[in-house]
Nanobody
Framework: VQLVESGGGLVQAGGSLRLSCAAS????????MGWFRQAPGKEREFVAY????????RYGDSVKGRFTISRDNAKNTVYLQMSSLKPEDTAVYYC?????????????????WGQGTQVTVSS
Protein backbone atom coordinates (compact mmCIF):
# COMPACT_ATOMS: atom_id res chain seq x y z
CA VAL A 1 0.00 0.00 0.00
CA GLN A 2 1.20 3.49 -0.84
CA LEU A 3 -0.33 6.68 0.51
CA VAL A 4 -0.14 10.21 -0.91
CA GLU A 5 -1.53 13.20 0.99
CA SER A 6 -2.61 16.46 -0.59
CA GLY A 7 -4.59 19.58 0.23
CA GLY A 8 -2.32 21.27 2.72
CA GLY A 9 -1.52 24.95 2.58
CA LEU A 10 -1.64 28.28 4.33
CA VAL A 11 -4.94 29.41 5.85
CA GLN A 12 -6.01 32.11 8.27
CA ALA A 13 -7.28 31.25 11.72
CA GLY A 14 -10.95 30.37 11.59
CA GLY A 15 -10.65 29.05 8.06
CA SER A 16 -11.06 25.57 6.62
CA LEU A 17 -9.06 23.06 4.63
CA ARG A 18 -9.74 19.57 3.34
CA LEU A 19 -6.91 17.09 3.22
CA SER A 20 -7.00 14.03 0.99
CA CYS A 21 -5.04 10.80 1.20
CA ALA A 22 -5.05 8.62 -1.89
CA ALA A 23 -4.13 4.96 -1.48
CA SER A 24 -2.81 2.58 -4.08
CA UNK A 25 -2.13 -1.14 -3.83
CA UNK A 26 -3.72 -3.45 -1.30
CA UNK A 27 -7.42 -3.61 -0.51
CA UNK A 28 -8.26 -0.13 0.74
CA UNK A 29 -11.76 -1.01 1.84
CA UNK A 30 -10.37 -3.58 4.29
CA UNK A 31 -8.24 -1.20 6.34
CA UNK A 32 -8.76 1.31 9.09
CA MET A 33 -7.17 4.67 8.34
CA GLY A 34 -5.78 7.36 10.58
CA TRP A 35 -4.65 10.94 10.41
CA PHE A 36 -1.80 12.20 12.58
CA ARG A 37 0.09 15.46 12.77
CA GLN A 38 3.50 16.56 13.92
CA ALA A 39 4.57 20.07 14.78
CA PRO A 40 8.25 21.06 15.00
CA GLY A 41 9.81 19.79 18.21
CA LYS A 42 6.72 17.80 19.19
CA GLU A 43 5.75 14.16 19.07
CA ARG A 44 3.44 12.83 16.40
CA GLU A 45 -0.14 13.36 17.58
CA PHE A 46 -3.26 11.34 16.83
CA VAL A 47 -5.90 13.36 14.99
CA ALA A 48 -8.59 11.00 13.70
CA TYR A 49 -9.37 7.41 12.77
CA UNK A 50 -12.00 5.82 10.55
CA UNK A 51 -12.80 2.12 10.33
CA UNK A 52 -12.71 0.19 7.08
CA UNK A 53 -16.44 0.55 6.43
CA UNK A 54 -16.61 4.08 7.88
CA UNK A 55 -18.97 2.77 10.54
CA UNK A 56 -16.79 4.10 13.35
CA UNK A 57 -14.69 7.20 13.80
CA ARG A 58 -12.49 8.51 16.58
CA TYR A 59 -10.95 11.93 17.18
CA GLY A 60 -8.20 13.41 19.26
CA ASP A 61 -9.42 15.70 22.02
CA SER A 62 -7.84 18.78 20.46
CA VAL A 63 -9.83 18.46 17.22
CA LYS A 64 -13.18 17.11 18.34
CA GLY A 65 -16.04 19.15 16.94
CA ARG A 66 -13.79 20.89 14.41
CA PHE A 67 -12.40 18.10 12.21
CA THR A 68 -14.26 15.37 10.35
CA ILE A 69 -12.74 12.23 8.89
CA SER A 70 -14.43 10.44 6.02
CA ARG A 71 -13.56 7.99 3.27
CA ASP A 72 -14.64 6.99 -0.21
CA ASN A 73 -13.74 3.37 -0.75
CA ALA A 74 -14.66 3.59 -4.43
CA LYS A 75 -11.93 6.21 -4.84
CA ASN A 76 -9.46 4.65 -2.39
CA THR A 77 -9.31 7.99 -0.60
CA VAL A 78 -9.66 9.19 2.97
CA TYR A 79 -10.37 12.82 3.80
CA LEU A 80 -9.89 15.15 6.72
CA GLN A 81 -12.17 18.17 6.72
CA MET A 82 -10.71 20.78 9.04
CA SER A 83 -12.76 23.76 10.19
CA SER A 84 -12.34 26.56 12.72
CA LEU A 85 -8.60 26.19 12.31
CA LYS A 86 -6.29 27.57 14.98
CA PRO A 87 -2.61 28.49 14.85
CA GLU A 88 -1.91 25.50 17.07
CA ASP A 89 -3.19 23.23 14.29
CA THR A 90 -0.06 24.11 12.31
CA ALA A 91 1.81 20.88 11.60
CA VAL A 92 2.68 18.33 8.98
CA TYR A 93 -0.33 16.07 8.58
CA TYR A 94 0.15 12.38 7.79
CA CYS A 95 -2.28 9.66 6.87
CA UNK A 96 -1.57 6.08 7.83
CA UNK A 97 -3.07 2.64 7.37
CA UNK A 98 -3.67 0.14 10.12
CA UNK A 99 -3.89 -3.37 8.70
CA UNK A 100 -5.25 -5.14 11.74
CA UNK A 101 -6.97 -4.57 15.03
CA UNK A 102 -9.32 -1.90 16.23
CA UNK A 103 -8.52 1.79 16.28
CA UNK A 104 -5.40 3.06 17.91
CA UNK A 105 -3.97 6.49 18.68
CA UNK A 106 -0.42 5.12 18.86
CA UNK A 107 1.64 5.92 15.75
CA UNK A 108 3.71 2.75 16.06
CA UNK A 109 0.58 0.64 15.64
CA UNK A 110 0.09 1.90 12.09
CA UNK A 111 1.76 0.05 9.28
CA UNK A 112 2.20 2.38 6.30
CA TRP A 113 2.55 6.17 6.21
CA GLY A 114 2.28 8.86 3.60
CA GLN A 115 4.90 11.55 3.11
CA GLY A 116 2.85 14.25 4.82
CA THR A 117 1.36 17.58 3.83
CA GLN A 118 2.07 20.91 5.54
CA VAL A 119 -0.77 22.86 7.10
CA THR A 120 0.01 26.36 8.34
CA VAL A 121 -2.58 28.43 10.17
CA SER A 122 -1.80 32.13 10.53
CA SER A 123 -3.18 34.25 13.35
Amino acid sequence: VQLVESGGGLVQAGGSLRLSCAASGGTFSSYGMGWFRQAPGKEREFVAYISATAYSTRYGDSVKGRFTISRDNAKNTVYLQMSSLKPEDTAVYYCAVRFGGWWSQKPDEYDVWGQGTQVTVSS
